[in-house]
């Protein structure tokens, strides 16, 4: 028995699509556990991130020449300042040169955490569509909210989310 070409095809294409969607399913699904990862940071010390269970955390991916990453790296110091203890944020630099990042940094002058995934492992992890990537994860490591790319009001998003986040 043979396939007629017109089926044939239609196999085919939805062979094609299932391939697609796998190879595009990109970050973590909302409401999944985040991936735990632990990396080497700027404090000097290893961080984990399951080690911040029972916290609300702002978990956000960057690279140095990404200038909207920048950007919003420093509307984060604003939401460290807002929200204090309450939140905590963690910063993930994906570039492979640690030394011109901790010079990025002595400029950025940040008011968090930020983690060096030189060999992308974590990256990796979380496969990454684009930066900067933004996560909230809420006080049982399951991830909340994913924001991809930024633009300029974008922090107010995160505000709002994470004071519903906090009055849970």
């Known amino acids: 028995m043979s396939l007629s070409v017109n089926k044939w095809m239609s196999m085919f294409a939805v062979a094609l699509a299932l391939v697609a969607f796998r190879a595009d399913s990109g970050l973590p699904s909302v409401g999944e556990p985040s991936p735990d990862f632990a990396l080497a940071s700027n404090t000097g010390v290893n961080l984990r991130l399951s080690e911040y269970r029972g916290e609300i955390v702002l978990l956000n991916f960057w690279a140095s020449g990404c200038r909207s990453c920048r950007a919003e790296l420093l509307q984060l110091n604003s939401i460290v300042a807002t929200t204090g203890s309450d939140v905590r944020v963690l910063s993930v630099n994906v570039d492979d040169n640690r030394a011109k990042v901790e010079q990025d940094l002595r400029a950025l002058k940040l008011g968090f955490p930020v983690m ?11 496969d990454l569509p684009t930066l900067p990537v933004t996560l ?14 930024y633009k300029a009001g974008d922090e107010k998003v995160y505000k709002d989310e994470l004071a519903n986040l906090l009055a849970e």
């Open 136 to 149: 909230l994860i809420d006080q049982l490591g399951q991830l909340r909210f994913v924001h991809q790319g």
């Open 116 to 126: 060096f995934d030189t060999d992308q492992s974590v990256s990796k992890l979380y």
